[in-house]
């Protein structure tokens, strides 16, 4: 009788521990799971995900002072007076003269072309600086798509405006690789004679 009363209470031992057991790694389990959702929630650990902060130039609208302005000055080298007109768009524009001529030969052509440059942001003062930073990259840009311009498309406005906005375009590729963000809105001839 003693060894059936053992073999009885030997099964019960081995069962009770496999559910201490399976007990045991469900709350190791539940409590991971509820210390991950809490640190994701930002209730331990320092927080979840920071959220990033938007640092792109900001449109500036006329009258409002712009916190990144290149410093300006007049005639005098005293600072003009900033004053905006009623219509038009509610953005101050701000312009950026570059400071040489730009020559390079036509595609499939004998022609040249010589062009004076402006362009045109309504943000912040950064796409200013960041022009003049980037100057010597975007110029670069800039001869590639004259280069690649064939004479027949500078005989029309239409052909000049798509020739403005590939120009525009390739300042923004320049500015956006090495800043994060573009920020021209036109480029403008300021004089142009092809040959």
Request: charged fraction near 25%; proline fraction near 3%.
């Amino acid at each position: 009788m003693s060894k059936d009363k053992q073999q009885t209470e030997t099964p019960p031992k081995k069962k009770g521990m496999m559910v201490k057991l399976l007990v045991g790694a469900g709350l190791l389990g539940a409590g991971g799971g509820g210390a991950f959702a809490a640190m994701q929630a930002g209730l331990i650990g320092g927080g979840g995900h920071e959220k990033k902060e938007d640092n792109a130039p900001k449109l500036v609208r006329k009258g409002e002072a712009d916190p990144f302005a290149p410093a300006s000055g007049g005639k005098d080298g005293g600072e003009m007076a900033d004053v905006h007109g009623d219509g038009g768009s509610e953005y101050r524009t701000s312009y950026y003269v570059f400071s040489e001529d730009f020559t390079s030969n036509l595609k499939d052509s004998d022609a040249l072309i010589q062009v004076s440059l402006a362009c045109s942001t309504r943000r912040d003062g950064r796409v200013l600086i960041w022009l003049r930073k980037h100057e010597l990259a975007a110029r670069s840009a800039m001869l590639q798509v004259l280069a690649d311009t064939p004479e027949a498309d500078l005989a029309t406005m239409e052909g000049k405006t798509r020739l403005q906005q590939r120009l525009t375009h390739a300042i923004n590729d320049v500015l956006a690789r090495a800043e994060g963000f573009g920020g021209v809105d036109a480029v403008y001839f300021k004089s142009f004679i092809v040959q």
